[in-house]
């Protein structure tokens, strides 16, 4: 099974960047795709990027691309989401969550098909 925890929210003025990072555990980290997702206060939780099993695919929402990017350490077992550019619509509780085994594309973009969620990190941007 694969557990994760996240990190490295805070509050960041618009403009900005932060690094998220979900440290994962489990023996089979590297044979799962890995999803970040955010949930704003009184709205549902919402996909954000996902990356595939082995790293070679990736797939964003249509709001972060270009400024978000995916990526995965399968030694560290950790999965990282550098966003740039942050906005005060980015403002969320971002989650991390292990998604199919030996999946890739295309990436699933449903919370039912994610799973071992993490306790979330939250990203305030101020403007």
């Known amino acids: 099974q694969v557990q994760s925890v996240e990190s490295g929210g805070g509050l960041v003025q618009a403009g900005g960047s932060l690094r998220l990072s979900c440290a994962a555990s489990?023996?089979?980290?590297?044979?799962?795709?890995m999803g970040w997702f955010r949930q704003a206060s009184g709205k549902e939780r919402e996909f954000v990027a996902a990356?595939?099993?082995?790293?070679?695919?990736?797939y964003y929402t249509d709001s972060v691309k270009g400024r978000f990017t995916i990526s995965r350490d399968d030694a560290k077992k950790a999965v990282y989401l550098q966003m740039n550019s942050l906005a005060p619509e980015d403002t969320a509780v971002y989650y991390c969550?292990?998604?199919?085994?030996?999946?890739?594309?295309?990436?699933?973009?449903?919370?039912?098909?994610?799973?071992?969620w993490g306790q979330g990190t939250q990203v305030t941007v101020s403007s």
């Open positions: 969550a292990r998604g199919g085994l030996y999946s890739g594309a295309p990436l699933s973009t449903r919370t039912s098909e994610y799973f071992m």
């Open positions: 990356i595939g099993w082995d790293g070679r695919s990736t």
């Open positions: 489990g023996r089979t980290f590297s044979r799962y795709a």
